[in-house]
């Protein structure tokens, strides 16, 4: 293939005694004329790839047809109303809908009504206690930049903003229902309805991402935000005792290394979710008024083998989710002694989340399920009966395809035992194959339904996802292993996953493709780099690639406690060790890579892509395509479904043509 041809220039940074050579910085402006011309002759060459691969087509076809599943959310309840997330067959986005005491169903927020393009996004949304108003965000062009406004429910009307800067703000309302928490410019603020947000007292004056609580009577403020060692640091306010312009928040935890979520119960206890002493989880409660790790006592203790995730109490039962090697269970707790008295049942081995109750309390618990095969559906569970039933199911019905799934289990390179899901039809012999992996910010990789995988699978490939540490699956000393310093460790369980898939014979090298998205387009990138010979094709979405400069663009300042900084020498060694940028080499046979960009992403900038795609095309000693597709109109991840689905037909046409593939054969 001949790829368009890019300007090497002689651009080296020189940063604590390393030469840091970066020949397509050029690359990095998307208005200089010249990277618009390079870029607009990649989307020709992309544009006649991809009218070529063939079944593609077909590939869209059936990843829409399988789509057309549908979701459905757990409800929010407000009295005897309830507000929850649809999505049918026909919507290109899940819509906002409220259900009356009478159990009639109303749009409030459709984005595809907002805005017919569909390029508009629901990005979040929080009821006030009483339910007449709901605070939602907004954004354009998957740019995540959200506007928040306030809508009267009863009228429709629009009663306050727009506010821009939102970025997926959560919302805390006071129980006036005429005020509220929320993050602007990754600042805590108190709005008042009515005026100017320029106005609204900061609470918290340092930018981080932070998250936000309150009581069911509006007296106990919690804030959180990830802190610069791993972790969060963790505050408490009595707003009984103090303004609520200016509250009075006491330090819990700061600094400590460990993560920490808290709420406060109905019966008055502060409830901590916490990793201190336990790098699975545990469950503590404590007096709000003495609140620090001293005065913490041990509800429920961690479990050896499985991670805690959430909690919910109804009545005098206590029920906490857990995943047991990346299989989600809920088990039932003694709500005053913590002590276990079984399990919720689950429809199958699969991934819980979502766990809600009424604000007022009582006997009923709401979660969503997923599996491999089964769309993402809400769940109702009665502590009185012990009786778990389905609450609303996913609304498009269809047929999936018969597949078995099994976990393997493999050594890495340090001899740690690694998970890996592996996906198939029934039969034997290699197949092409591809292994998925994501490996950073305790992230993990549960079964889940997938319009993606399923089409694979259904013409005969191997599906593999690789739980390699850098993620959550076994807790936090597994994302730890992963990140700063021990960074490697994810690359090297993703090469041993797929020395794995070769030596049972699941696949081979000439089958296999490498598939990862934002930090698993990381992942990708270095197992490219670092073993070309294991793969045909590799398929990097949303990457960071160029870890010297990753900080200077996106929202890559907000990385460093996972990535760590060129900035200090000792980390910018490390990260020039593994920057699948600064690896390209030239002379290598690379694997056929498909690299994609988005022009609304506001998280991890195009210019990775651009640079990475250049180098790779410059260095390949092979006739394999290195090709970049670019899309504008959408960002990093919330998109209408037909892009969702155009998005995945690319991509799996992509790895079918190079992997020997064929859908429908």
């Known amino acids: 293939m001949i790829h368009p041809p890019a300007e090497r220039r002689p651009v080296v940074d020189h940063l604590h005694g390393h030469a840091v050579p970066d020949p397509y910085r050029w690359l990095e402006d998307p208005a200089d004329p010249e ?31 399988l789509t057309g599943a549908g979701s459905a959310g757990t409800p929010a309840w407000r009295g005897e109303s309830r507000f929850f997330l649809r999505r049918t067959a026909e919507q290109r986005h899940a819509v906002l809908y409220l259900a009356g005491p009478g159990g009639t169903e109303e749009a409030l927020v459709d984005p595809a009504a907002l805005d017919p393009s569909g ?29 928040l406004r306030v809508m009267d429910v009863a009228t429709r009307r629009t009663v306050d903003g727009p506010i821009d800067r939102c970025r997926y703000a959560p919302v805390a309302w006071l129980p006036d229902g005429k005020s509220f928490y929320y993050v602007r410019s990754r600042q805590v603020r108190l709005h008042r309805l009515g005026t100017p947000a320029g106005d609204d007292a900061v609470v918290m004056g340092e930018e981080r991402s932070y998250g936000l609580g309150l009581d069911h009577e509006g007296r106990w403020l919690t804030i959180a935000a990830p802190s610069a060692g791993g972790g969060n640091d963790l505050w408490l306010a009595d707003l009984s ?122 006997h009923e618990v709401w979660f969503t399920y997923t599996d491999s095969v089964t769309p993402v559906s809400v769940h109702r569970h009665d502590t009185r009966t012990g009786r778990t039933s389905l609450w609303e199911a996913a609304p498009g019905a269809l047929e999936v395809p018969e597949l078995e799934s099994r976990q393997v289990v493999f050594s890495s390179s340090d001899g740690t035992r690694v998970r890996m899901v592996v996906l198939a039809r029934p039969g034997s012999g290699p197949r092409p194959a591809i292994l998925y992996g994501y490996g950073g910010f305790g992230a993990s990789l549960t ?92 398929v990097c979405s949303a990457p960071l690639l160029d870890m ?91 998109r209408s479904a037909d892009r969702a689905i155009g998005l995945a037909a690319d991509m799996l046409a992509f790895l079918a043509a190079q992997t020997g593939l064929e859908i429908g054969g």
């Open 548 to 638: 010297v400069r990753y900080e200077h663009s996106g929202l890559g300042p907000a990385w460093r406690s996972e990535y760590g900084s060129a900035d200090d020498p000792e980390q910018l060694g490390r990260l020039l060790g593994y920057s699948p940028y600064h690896r390209v080499t030239k002379g290598v046979d690379y694997p056929a890579t498909l690299l994609t960009t988005f022009g609304g992403d506001s998280r991890v900038d195009p210019l990775h892509a651009r640079k990475m795609c250049a180098a790779l095309q410059w260095a390949t000693s092979g006739t394999r395509p290195i090709l970049l597709r670019h899309e504008d109109g959408v960002g990093h991840a919330s």
């Open 35 to 65: 990277t618009r011309s390079w870029s607009a002759a990649q989307e020709e060459l992309w544009r006649a790839h991809a009218e070529e691969l063939p079944g593609r087509d077909l590939w869209r076809s059936r990843v829409a047809a």
């Open 241 to 362: 005792a103090s303004s609520p312009d200016s509250p009075d928040l006491r330090v819990i935890q700061r600094d400590a290394g460990v993560a920490t979520l808290p709420a406060v119960g109905r019966d008055g206890r502060l409830y901590l979710l916490t990793t201190l002493d336990a790098p699975r989880g545990r469950l503590c409660v404590a007096d709000p008024a003495r609140p620090d790790p001293e005065h913490w006592s041990e509800l429920v203790g961690e479990d050896p083998e499985a991670v805690i995730g959430e909690f919910a109490i109804a009545g005098p039962v206590l029920l906490v989710s857990r995943t047991r090697h990346a299989v989600g269970e809920i088990g039932v707790h003694d709500l005053a002694t913590g002590e276990r008295r079984g399990e919720v049942p689950l429809p199958g081995l699969g991934s819980v989340r979502g766990l809600t109750t009424r604000p007022e309390g009582g």
């Open 447 to 538: 079964p889940s339904y997938s319009s993606y995988v399923l089409p694979w699978v259904e013409a005969g490939g191997v599906f593999a996802l690789a739980q390699v540490r850098g993620g959550g699956e076994e807790g936090a000393d597994w994302h730890r292993d992963g990140m700063l310093e021990r960074k490697q460790n994810v690359f090297d369980d993703f090469a041993a996953a797929a020395e794995k898939l070769v030596a049972d014979g699941w696949t081979t090298p000439a089958l296999l493709g490498a598939c990862g998205e934002s930090n698993g387009g990381l992942l990708v990138g270095a197992a490219l780099t670092q073993r070309p010979e294991l793969f045909a094709a590799a």
């Open 119 to 147: 390029l508009t996004t629901l990005d979040h949304w929080q009821p006030s206690l009483d339910g007449r108003l709901l605070a939602y965000q907004l954004s354009r062009n998957g740019d995540e930049r959200s506007e």
